[in-house]
């Protein structure tokens, strides 16, 4: 099984490649269109901010190649929001991938964001077609302003102040909104299942 991550040049890459190589696996490093169309399971990393990932991703020739795709796919937090129409960040249009928006969140007492430290899942996806290796109560780490659309797309949730998305599945679209790379045990178990899908 070949597995591999988007290097654009930003992010969280080296952690992600460390969290894969925990469980035995050794993703390489692309960032050409042929190569995302050829890799079994591909990863689009976080961190950063929607309107220059989406220009790093035009640049590369990225874009169709992505939505083209019908292999495994995962994106990791803002990876995840890339997934969707578009975004509050700069006012970005997304790859579309899955439909809806991704907000601002809004401050609430006790609940400032950025939303980042550990938070328990909720409303994690029974083992079916949606299973991503999370169960409720399982706690994991978080780093974001920005909150997707919830949706038929979302498999477990977390509440911060209002209920969020924190995981997506949608066919062969995985999505963290966490950090699986730094959520221990129940990341691992989401990596896992990722590879496994």
Same mark, same amino acid.
């Given at each position: ?25 050794? *993703? ?16 689009? *990393? ?7 990932? &989406? ?27 890339? &997934? ?20 601002? &969140? ?9 939303? &980042? ?34 949706? *038929? ?9 209002? *209920? ?34």
């Amino acid at each position: 099984m070949s597995i591999a991550i988007l290097d654009l040049g930003y992010g969280n890459v080296e952690s992600i490649r460390l969290g894969f190589a925990r469980l035995g696996a050794e *993703p390489s490093l692309v960032k050409d269109a042929a190569s995302v169309g050829e890799v079994e399971r591909l990863v689009l *990393p976080g961190v950063g901010a929607a309107g220059y990932a &989406m220009e790093r991703l035009r640049s590369l020739g990225l874009i169709d190649a992505l939505k083209a795709r019908t292999r495994p796919l995962l994106g990791i937090c803002l990876g995840m929001q890339l &997934m969707f129409e578009s975004s509050d960040e700069a006012d970005t249009l997304c790859l579309a991938l899955v439909p809806g928006r991704v907000r601002e &969140m809004t401050a609430v007492p006790g609940r400032p964001v950025p939303h &980042m430290g550990w938070t328990a899942i909720e409303d994690a996806a029974p083992k079916s077609d949606k299973d991503i290796g999370l169960v409720n109560g399982d706690h994991v780490y978080f780093a974001h302003s920005f909150a997707c659309d919830d949706g *038929p797309a979302t498999a477990a949730r977390v509440t911060y102040g209002t *209920p969020l998305p924190a995981a997506l599945r949608h066919g062969h679209l995985w999505g963290a909104q966490f950090h699986p790379e730094r959520s221990a045990e129940p990341g691992a178990r989401f990596l896992k299942a990722f590879l496994s899908a």
